[in-house]
Nanobody
Framework: QVQLHESGGRLVQAGGSLSLSCAAS????????MGWFRRAPGKERELVVF????????FYSTAVKGRTIISRDNTENTLTLQMNSLKPEDTAVYYC?????????????????WGQGTQVTVSS
């Protein structure tokens, strides 16, 4: 199993950018699909983007496609989320997650391990 820890969340103005990081411990990290999810107050947790173990499959949600870039470094056991052109609708707690037995990667229920979350607030 792995331990996950997100960082980088902060207050940012609409149109701005920020980068979130996820540090992972555990030697199985490189075999897992990794995803970023977010949850706004009163809403269900939803997928932002996921990336397969070798990085050859990257799938973004419609809401963030074109504004967001995910990357992973399996040597350093890190996952990043670069977000640009931020909108107030992006305000949420962002989580990184690991899926040890991916069916596809789209469903929140597939993921086995979760970080504690980091708050992103986008002001209008």
């Amino acid at each position: 199993q792995v331990q996950l820890h997100e960082s980088g969340g902060r207050l940012v103005q609409a149109g701005g950018s920020l980068s979130l990081s996820c540090a992972a411990s555990g030697h199985k990290f490189s075999t897992y699909t990794m995803g970023w999810f977010r949850r706004a107050p009163g809403k269900e947790r939803e997928l932002v983007v996921f990336i397969t173990w070798n990085g050859d499959g990257v799938f973004y949600s419609t809401a963030v496609k074109g504004r967001t870039i995910i990357s992973r470094d399996n040597t350093e056991n890190t996952l990043t989320l670069q977000m640009n052109s931020l909108k107030p609708e992006d305000t949420a707690v962002y989580y990184c997650a690991a899926d040890s037995a991916p069916l596809g990667g789209w469903s929140v229920y597939e993921y086995d391990y979760w970080g504690q979350g980091t708050q992103v607030t986008v002001s209008s």
